[in-house]
């Protein structure tokens, strides 16, 4: 199901979130980035015997770096890049799975003649339980349209047809996302455990190289500061734990779908798609748990 089918408030919350996260992983980038610049220009006088002026220049620009890595910090602690992240993502994510539940007949959302209403009035107070998030989405998409026309359109079809378009459009399409993120987490894991493996070895190779005094120079310091950004960075991925609970939702939405697909009567189907949903929920809320903020 294409993101202009669904309601204002998905596309407009997942857009925001999107921003703020792309934003939050540039600020941390740019600081890890500046921790390196200054322990590499603080260095260099010790490698060199430089003349007093290049050394004082090198101190200036040093300081120079440093203020820029203040601004940093300030100005992610005020914009709260991570926290919109989150809110605007929960805001976009219930209002997707509003949508489904609305397709899906699910209550409230079962009887024909209030479904409407009632879908706006769920969506209206999802955006309201976060205010700080509404705050950032207003204005961010154009067509301000809650109930699509293809919603209604699944709505009103029939009973295979409504579980052949639910389980192509959002169980498949979740979980095949799910199993994509695993894959990439998992490789991302690999990636960054042997960058971090790799720099602390070239650390202790140039700390012997020193000590027998095959090299004037020692860049050991500076290899350990990159060592300890690559090791923040694929922190704040969380990759180790991404790679296990996508891999776990996964697999719990293929044996749901399996259940969906085993499915011939129009009473059963909501209890079903209900557990798919809830599945859905329950990831989402431990993602947002193991990011530890207070959202």
Known sequence: MDRNEYPWLYRAGDRASSEAQRWHFFSLRVQLIIFFLVGLLSAVPTWFALPANDTKWLAFASAATLVVGVVCVVTVREKKYEKVWFDARAVS?????????????????????????????????????????????????????????????????????????????RLADQRDWYHTKAAFNRTRSELWYWVVVGTQVAAIVMAILKASGFIEISPVGLLMTAAAGFSAWAQAKRHDDLKTSYSVAANELSNLGAKIELCSSETKLPAHVEDVEEAVSREHTMWRARRSIAL
């Open 93 to 169: 994510e219930s209002a997707k799975t509003l949508s489904w539940r609305y397709m899906m007949r699910l209550p409230p959302f079962h009887e024909e003649q209030s479904a409407d209403e009632a879908l706006i009035d769920e969506l209206q107070e999802v955006g309201s339980s976060r205010p700080g998030a509404l705050e950032k989405i207003g204005g961010i998409e154009p067509n301000i349209i809650q109930i699509t026309s293809l919603m209604r359109k699944v709505r009103q079809s029939s009973f295979e047809e409504r579980k052949a378009y639910y389980l192509a459009s």
